[in-house]
């Protein structure tokens, strides 16, 4: 069995910025995907990025792009997504999940693994 337990999110000002952290235990991850996906409130949930465990490869939404960087510590089995320059469209819930064939998919039916979520509110 495998748990992921967001942590991190929080209320903060456009412009701002939030790490989110995403801790991982129960299995090794040394080829898992990992992703971050988000869900505001009456639409669905939607890929924001995405990384190897071996962070070797990333990927993003191209609405998040040159704003978000994921990034991966192995020996804490955490992963990361530093979020900068926050915008009042970037408020969601937003989750963590794991994908046992190492890929990073877009899809969020395709990961097997989810946290329970964390509340980011940007305020205008």
């Known amino acids: 069995q495998v748990q992921l337990v967001e942590s991190g999110g929080g209320l903060v000002q456009a412009g701002g910025s939030l790490r989110l952290s995403c801790a991982a235990s129960?299995?090794?991850?040394?080829?898992?995907?990992m992703g971050w996906f988000r869900q505001a409130p009456g639409k669905e949930r939607e890929f924001v990025a995405g990384?190897?465990?071996?962070?070797?490869?990333?990927r993003y939404a191209d609405s998040v792009k040159g704003r978000f960087t994921i990034s991966s510590d192995n020996a804490k089995n955490t992963v990361y997504l530093q979020m900068n320059s926050l915008k009042p469209e970037d408020t969601a819930v937003y989750y963590c999940?794991?994908?046992?064939?190492?890929?990073?998919?877009?899809?969020?039916?395709?990961?097997?693994?989810w946290g329970q979520g964390t509340q980011v509110t940007v305020s205008s």
């Open positions: 999940a794991a994908d046992t064939s190492g890929f990073i998919y877009l899809a969020a039916t395709l990961y097997d693994y």
């Open positions: 129960g299995r090794t991850f040394s080829r898992y995907g």
């Open positions: 990384i190897s465990w071996s962070g070797g490869n990333t």
